[in-house]
Nanobody
Framework: QVQLVESGGGLVQAGGSLRLSCAAS????????MGWFRQAPGKEREFVAV???????TYADSVKGRFTISRDNAKNTVYLQMNSLKPEDTAVYYC?????????????????WGQGTQVTVSS
């Protein structure tokens, strides 16, 4: 069992930056792929970014060039650095863990989820 706890959300003006963190329990963190997803009011949960167990990354087109996902296996933590934020980035952001370790963007493939952290970008 893996428990995930997100932090770092908040209110920021358009053009600003935030860094989200997701702390994971368990001794097998380094073998998991870690993903970030988001869900805006009235919309479906959507893929944002994923980092494989080997450190490879993939991003949604909407955040490519603005967001960076990274991981620190020594701290069992995955990060999402968000720059040049836009009002349309406003959502609850979730981290998720996939035991296969692969680059997967489908939410249904992830076994473990955090509780989410709110990000609000004002115009």
């Amino acid at each position: 069992q893996v428990q995930l706890v997100e932090s770092g959300g908040g209110l920021v003006q358009a053009g600003g930056s935030l860094r989200l963190s997701c702390a994971a329990s368990g001794r097998t963190f380094s073998t998991y792929a870690m993903g970030w997803f988001r869900q805006a009011p009235g919309k479906e949960r959507e893929f944002v970014a994923v980092i494989s167990s080997g450190g490879r990354t993939t991003y949604a087109d909407s955040v490519k060039g603005r967001f960076t996902i990274s991981r620190d296996n020594a701290k069992n933590t995955v990060y999402l650095q968000m720059n040049s934020l836009k009002p349309e980035d406003t959502a609850v952001y979730y981290c998720a863990a996939d035991p296969t370790g692969w680059l997967i963007s489908r939410a249904a493939e992830y076994d473990y989820w955090g509780q989410g952290t709110q990000v609000t970008v004002s115009s």
